[in-house]
């Protein structure tokens, strides 16, 4: 026997479920262009199903993290880094009773702005604007123009304000959520990443990020998850309490000391810079080869090699580069 389960139901049920501080989709500022509501699908349960189906997500499965290219099966991807924030911010949303489906759209969706060769090749694109190019605002417009998907105006803010760098906070606790599962997430599995390659080894780990956070791995993770719970409940607001967010600050920064900007990338950072430099000045010479749905007509030719280029794999990239600028030696 089956219950029939409607837009309305998960509404009721949402009602329900979700704290006063939370967002309801009844609720949402709705989308840039209005739409009949679904017969089964609440507003955001429709974004999440977007963002999933979406072209730019699949990408994510061949984008960097940390590690280019990596010769292992088990390292993380910029798909598996977005999975597993979601399921971290799936659950401290559920524990505070927030709006589940909202912070698993906004999670899936956050990284989907990203360049090839993570952060690096977001530091090449940068050449190219004013100020910083960001991948967040790569992502509000990947989902508004370049692959449109009329996602709610709530999901788009979350995309946007996801990175802590920016200025303007999210607009909605569960948009906060995201800001914290994402640096959980990657401090957790960059850790483990940095051991599987070598470059770090367990007796190199902050002494001060063993203690308060337990053994690297699902322990590190529940310390992290429970810290930000357990400091949300006592303050009314989504934030971590401040003993275990210096925790966390010292392990970041040992990260980038140690893992990211260690002496030993700079060889490949160079090259990973060439290689998007390369690439950007080609198209901005040849606008033509760039495919047409990367070439809109309100944006000039600059803006539209930046879209194509920024939306490349890091393998489509280098296969790209190579077929530009290695040399042929049977033509």
């Known amino acids: 026997m089956f219950t029939r389960r409607t837009r309305i139901d998960a509404e009721e049920l949402e009602a ?21 509501p679904d017969l089964y699908r609440t507003a955001f349960e429709r974004d999440r199903d977007r963002v999933l189906h979406s072209k730019a997500f699949r990408r994510l499965k061949h984008k ?11 390292y993380v991807t910029r798909l598996t880094h977005a999975l597993q924030v979601t399921q971290i911010g799936r659950s401290i949303a559920r524990y505070l009773s927030l709006n589940e489906t909202l ?7 956050h990284d989907v702005g990203h360049s090839p060769f993570g952060h690096t090749g977001e530091d090449a694109l940068s050449d190219y604007v004013e100020g910083e190019w960001l991948h967040s605002a790569q992502g509000v417009r990947i989902f508004e123009v370049l692959e449109p998907t009329n996602l709610s105006w709530e999901v788009l803010d979350g995309i946007r304000a996801h990175s802590w760098k920016i200025a303007e906070p999210p607009a909605t606790p569960e948009g906060y959520v995201c800001r914290f599962a994402d640096r959980i997430a990657y401090l957790a599995h960059d850790v483990e990443d940095a051991m599987r390659a070598g470059v770090l080894t367990y007796q190199d780990l902050p002494p001060r990020a063993l203690e308060v956070f337990g053994e690297p791995g699902s322990p590190w993770v529940a310390s ?28 970041r920064t040992f990260m980038f000391e140690r893992v990211y900007v260690r002496p030993e990338t700079e060889g490949p950072r160079r090259k990973v810079i060439r290689i998007v430099h390369d690439l950007v000045d080609y198209f901005v010479e040849h606008p033509d080869q760039i495919p047409p749905t990367y070439r809109h007509d309100d944006a000039d030719t600059l803006t539209q090699v ?3 280029v920024a939306g490349m794999t890091d393998r489509f990239a280098i296969r790209t580069h190579d077929d530009l600028y290695r040399p042929r030696l049977f033509d």
């Open 224 to 251: 992290m998850i429970l810290a930000v719970v357990e400091e949300s409940l006592r303050e009314g607001r989504v934030v971590m309490d401040a003993e275990t967010l210096d925790a966390m600050n010292e392990l």
């Open 306 to 308: 930046i879209d194509y």
């Open 103 to 109: 912070t698993e759209a906004i999670c899936l969706a």
């Open 16 to 36: 329900q479920l979700v704290a006063p501080g939370g967002t309801l989709s009844t609720a949402s500022r709705g989308r840039r262009i209005d739409e009949g």
């Open 64 to 74: 960097t993290q940390v590690f280019i290219n990596p010769e292992g099966d088990h």
